[in-house]
């Protein structure tokens, strides 16, 4: 599952920095729920699940931020979190992180990413990929 995940990385680290430089004044918004919501969450959202497309056109995507249609038959089902840790994000805080998990055809979680930008850098073991 690593390689399956490791096509997405590149991608990761590129919302991660795109997070990061933006972060300082971001400006919110709230969703019917209550939770914040910034155009950073929307932007990255897109730009993660719209790679995942690319390479994995028949997978779920299970966003925090947009939603689809479940197809129990597809091999892969990948759940996406542009912003894990939004109200810290939109505080200028360094407790937040992108999120990304992988399960298989039976729903069991195979792998994910994790990248704290303000906690790592790219180069660092500290992104997890597993």
Same mark, same amino acid.
Request: one cysteine or more; charged letters at 20%.
């Given at each position: 599952?690593?390689?399956?995940?490791?096509?997405?990385?590149?991608?990761?680290?590129?919302?991660?920095?795109?997070?990061?430089?933006?972060?300082?004044?971001?400006?919110?918004?709230?969703?019917?729920?209550? +939770?914040?919501?910034?155009?950073?969450?929307?932007?990255?959202?897109?730009?993660?699940?719209?790679?995942?497309?690319?390479?994995?056109?028949?997978?779920?995507?299970?966003?925090?931020?947009?939603?689809?249609?479940?197809?129990?038959?597809?091999?892969?089902?990948?759940?996406?979190?542009?912003?894990?840790?939004?109200?810290?994000?939109?505080?200028?805080?360094?407790?937040?992180?992108?999120?990304?998990?992988?399960?298989?055809?039976?729903?069991?979680?195979?792998?994910?990413?994790?990248?704290?930008?303000?906690? +790592?850098?790219?180069?660092?073991?500290?992104?997890?990929?597993?």
């Amino acid at each position: 599952m690593v390689n399956i995940l490791s096509i997405l990385l590149p991608t990761v680290l590129k919302a991660g920095e795109k997070a990061k430089s933006s972060q300082k004044g971001v400006s919110h918004s709230y969703k019917k729920d209550g +939770s914040i919501l910034t155009h950073i969450d929307t932007e990255l959202n897109s730009l993660l699940c719209q790679t995942i497309r690319e390479h994995f056109p028949d997978a779920n995507i299970i966003s925090e931020e947009e939603d689809s249609v479940f197809k129990p038959d597809r091999e892969y089902t990948f759940t996406v979190d542009p912003i894990d840790g939004t109200d810290s994000y939109s505080q200028g805080q360094p407790g937040w992180c992108i999120a990304i998990g992988l399960l298989n055809s039976q729903l069991t979680p195979v792998g994910g990413i994790i990248y704290a930008p303000r906690w +790592s850098t790219p180069t660092s073991d500290e992104t997890l990929v597993v």
